[in-house]
């Protein structure tokens, strides 16, 4: 009934691009701040590009600033993480997510998660 689901991911050379999709069902993105989040084996999740609640003003973890951009297609209902520059610490399983809550600097409570698609980044 309710759905996210991310795709886009792969393996990439440091410095190439990719761009993530997360296409929503049973829910319109129109009314949630977006959150993108990444986890590597043996880390914390992190988030990495968040709207903040409100204001919908962007959150930019500091290894991302200036390479990663968050867009929306409202007609799709579908979000995209371009990536570009991309590092070997990028290297991550990545998450979208969407939340209606007072969510800012990718904390607070998120409705929504897909399942995840996998960027690796490497030689």
């Known amino acids: 009934q309710v759905q996210l689901v991310e795709s886009g991911g792969g393996l990439v050379q440091p410095g190439g691009s990719l761009t993530l999709s997360c296409a929503a069902s049973?829910?319109?993105?129109?009314?949630?701040?977006i959150g993108w989040f990444r986890q590597a084996p043996g880390k914390e999740r992190e988030g990495v590009l968040c709207?903040?609640?409100?204001?919908?003003?962007?959150y930019y973890a500091d290894s991302v600033k200036g390479r990663f951009t968050l867009s929306r297609d409202n007609a799709k209902n579908t979000v995209y993480l371009q990536m570009n520059s991309l590092k070997p610490e990028d290297t991550a399983m990545y998450y979208c997510?969407?939340?209606?809550?007072?969510?800012?600097?990718?904390?607070?409570?998120?409705?929504?998660w897909g399942q995840g698609t996998q960027v690796t980044v490497s030689s």
């Open positions: 997510s969407a939340s209606q809550s007072s969510v800012r600097y990718c904390r607070g409570f998120y409705d929504h």
């Open positions: 049973g829910f319109t993105l129109d009314y949630y701040a």
């Open positions: 709207e903040s609640a409100g204001d919908g003003s962007i």
